[in-house]
Nanobody, 127 residues
Framework: QVQLVESGGDLVQPGGSLRLSCTSSGFTLESYVVGWFRQAPGKEREGLASINSYDGRTFYSDFVRGRFTISRDDAKNTVYLQMTNLTPEDTAVYHC????????????????????YGQGTQVTVSS
């Protein structure tokens, strides 16, 4: 079955850290741009970070730059999102998406325009 699966979501206290994973099955991620998105209740989905397959180039939205780090391990077919200094405003369902079009690194497309995207993992930041 061809799919992306996110994992690593959890309940964490403000100021804490989490690492999310996005793993593919049925295809390899090494040719894809992979991006992370999130959607909080009552809010629009927003793009967070992305990484391409050829030179590891990354792109971050301004509001996460410096706190979130995206990386990839093609041997494990996995892309990670390391999140630090979390606040309650980071509470959301986090999704990853993959696409062969390298232009999607800028996160300008809606997640449903990507070739593949996962069902998401819940991150809750609360004391």
């Amino acid at each position: 079955q061809v799919q992306l699966v996110e994992s690593g979501g959890d309940l964490v206290q403000p100021g804490g850290s989490l690492r999310l994973s996005c793993t593919s099955s049925g295809f390899t991620l090494e040719s894809y741009v992979v991006g992370w998105f999130r959607q909080a209740p009552g809010k629009e989905r927003e793009g967070l970070a992305s990484i391409n397959s050829y030179d590891g180039r990354t792109f971050y939205s301004d509001f996460v730059r410096g706190r979130f780090t995206i990386s990839r391990d093609d041997a494990k077919n996995t892309v990670y999102l390391q999140m630090t200094n979390l606040t309650p405003e980071d509470t959301a369902v986090y999704h990853c998406a993959a696409d062969l079009d390298l232009r999607k690194i800028r996160l300008g497309a809606a997640i449903r325009e990507y070739d593949y995207y996962g069902q998401g993992t819940q991150v809750t930041v609360s004391s």
